[in-house]
Structure formats: structure tokens, C-alpha cells
């Protein structure tokens, strides 16, 4: 006589969503292995395991893959691409700078820098913060670096960022051969702490479809104790924007400084949004991928 029996397969949740979460690192740049464990199962013909690559301009490049779990067990994919090129400004008159706990600052150069934290700067509140800045180690950033330490802040947020002997360095030879090592070595680490993130859409069009991908906005972060605001107060209401666009930068506070972020209409989120706690996503509301008339009164996109 036949029997069935077994252990039941587990069930992958791939509903898509949005809104802001409680968020910790699960794995970065997993390999083909720790993808499957960890993610779900690979497509014989998938990429996505494959992280160097070449820019358009024909430099290295590589893509970091953050993998970000919310309270619920669901998963968000947090990209961030570095190019082995220095950053310049548009019309390359000044350069990005990046000193060793990642923080950055623009300048014509070096002997520019050290000008601006010197006496002769009348502007005493960024005369102190550039003095800060060149008092550790500094060198030319490149493509890319800003936003992953801005990410690194956040999430290594145990470091004493003021303190002299901490450092944040990620050697950028090691990353353009594709060794993340030093990053992979953080994940569940002493300096770890849960990051407020915004889940997003991206929605593209390919050979004539729309096709929609689950993202996270990756120029912002904020402290995970600050999402209780996001139950207060109903930051999609055009009133409430407007009152937070008229505060003075001294007087906002870092959530609001983030939302602010994620609004800015040329260097923001792109891609869809609400500023809300996470929830599942409803293509309806996305005014890209439906066929709804386009109204702004009132959106959070």
C-alpha cells in the first residue's frame, strides 16, 4: 500500500511592498550558494550572482548587493554601484573628497580643503566641520562611495564616528576585483544596529511591457526608533510636506531631514513610494504602471 508524507516545502513570500521598515542585513553579495539558502532558488541562466562588471566609460565597476530583511521575514535587495573613476562635478572644477570614517566633502583641491578648515573661512560653522574632516586620513572619492557609507553610518551605527581611532575604510583595490569580504565580515557583527529603510518600485518598460521590481531607496537612511513617526503623523498629506519645506535645516529632525530627501524632485526617489510604515503594494496606486489618470493632488509619488 502507497503512502504520502514528507516535510513540507517552505513558502516563499515575493509580495511586493512599500513604505518605510525596520531593516537588518541579512547577506551581501551572496554567492550562487548563499542565494538560494538565503533569497530563494537561482534561474539557470541568472546574472544575478555576477557583480563585476564595466562601465560605460569602460572602467571597472561593481555591484553591491545588500540584502535587508524586515520584521515580517520579507526581503528587500539594496543596490549600489561603484565605478573605478574619481568624482568630479559636472563642469570639473572640484572633486570629491572621502575621509576615513566615509565622510565627504567637495573642494577645487587638497590645498583648497585645508584652506576652507583654516582660520581664514569667516563661515565658522563649516570652518569646524571641514577642521573635523582633515584632521583623519583623506583621498579623491570615487563613483559610488558616498551613498554606501552613507548606508555603512546607518547600519554600523555602534561605531563612535567622533572618536579618533575609529575608522571605516573598505580598501577600494580589493572591492574594483570584486572582494567584499570586509563588508560580508559586518553581517551580524558588534557593530551592527537595525536601519529605517524606504522600500520602493521600479518600474521600467521592456520590449513594449512594464515590468516592476522591488528596490530600496538607497540615498537615505534613517535610525530605526525614528519609524514610530511614520504611525503619528501622515507624512502624505501636501499640508504636512509643506510645513516640514519652510523649517529652518537647524531645527529639522532626522526623520524629517530624510523625508525631505526622498521628496526632492531633482535629487530624490525616482522610483515609487508612500511615505507610510510598509505595506503590501498595490500596482493601482502607481500612476506608471496603471492606466489611472495622472492627478498630483495629493499623491506620495
Keep these: 500500500m502507497g503512502s504520502i508524507g514528507g516535510v513540507k516545502k517552505e513558502e516563499k513570500d515575493f509580495t511586493k511592498k512599500v513604505g518605510v521598515f525596520e531593516a537588518t542585513v541579512v547577506c551581501i553579495n551572496p554567492t550562487a550558494e548563499e542565494y538560494t539558502t538565503l533569497i530563494g532558488e537561482l534561474k539557470e541562466d541568472s546574472k544575478e550572482t555576477e557583480y563585476l562588471g564595466t562601465s560605460r566609460d569602460n572602467n571597472i565597476s561593481l555591484r553591491i548587493k545588500i540584502w535587508l530583511q524586515s520584521k515580517d521575514g520579507s526581503k528587500f535587495p539594496l543596490t549600489f554601484f561603484l565605478e573605478d573613476k574619481q568624482r568630479e562635478n559636472k563642469d570639473g572644477t ?35 566641520m571641514m577642521n573635523e574632516f582633515v584632521k583623519r586620513e583623506f583621498r579623491v572619492a570615487y563613483f559610488g562611495e558616498e551613498a ?82 511614520f504611525r503619528l503623523i501622515d507624512y502624505t498629506k501636501p499640508e ?37 510604515e510598509l505595506q503590501d503594494y498595490e500596482a493601482g496606486d502607481n500612476l506608471v504602471a ?8 495629493g499623491s506620495d509619488y
Excluded at 249 to 276: A, M, Q, T, W
Design 148 to 229: 554606501l557609507y552613507n548606508f555603512l553610518h546607518s547600519w554600523l551605527g555602534k561605531l563612535d564616528y567622533y572618536n579618533v581611532e575609529t575608522t571605516l575604510e573598505i580598501e577600494w583595490k580589493k572591492l574594483m576585483k570584486g572582494n567584499v569580504k570586509d563588508l560580508k565580515d559586518q553581517v551580524d557583527g558588534e557593530w551592527c544596529t537595525p536601519v529605517g529603510a524606504l522600500a520602493t518600485i521600479d518600474t521600467t518598460e521592456k520590449e513594449g511591457e512594464i515590468k516592476e521590481y522591488q528596490g530600496v531607496y538607497n540615498k537615505a537612511f534613517l535610525p530605526a526608533f525614528n519609524l514610530k513617526f
Design 94 to 128: 572640484k572633486v570629491q573628497y572621502i575621509n576615513a570614517v566615509g565622510n565627504t566633502a567637495w573642494a577645487e583641491d587638497e590645498n583648497s580643503l585645508r584652506t576652507l578648515a583654516s582660520e581664514s573661512n569667516p563661515n565658522e560653522g563649516y570652518r569646524k
Design 290 to 297: 496603471s492606466d489611472k489618470p495622472i492627478s498630483t493632488e
Design 240 to 276: 504636512v510636506i509643506a510645513a516640514l519645506s519652510v523649517k529652518k535645516s537647524r531645527d529639522l529632525k532626522s526623520h524629517e531631514r530624510f523625508i525631505l530627501n526622498v521628496i526632492d524632485g531633482e535629487h530624490g526617489c525616482k522610483n515609487y513610494y508612500v511615505l507610510k
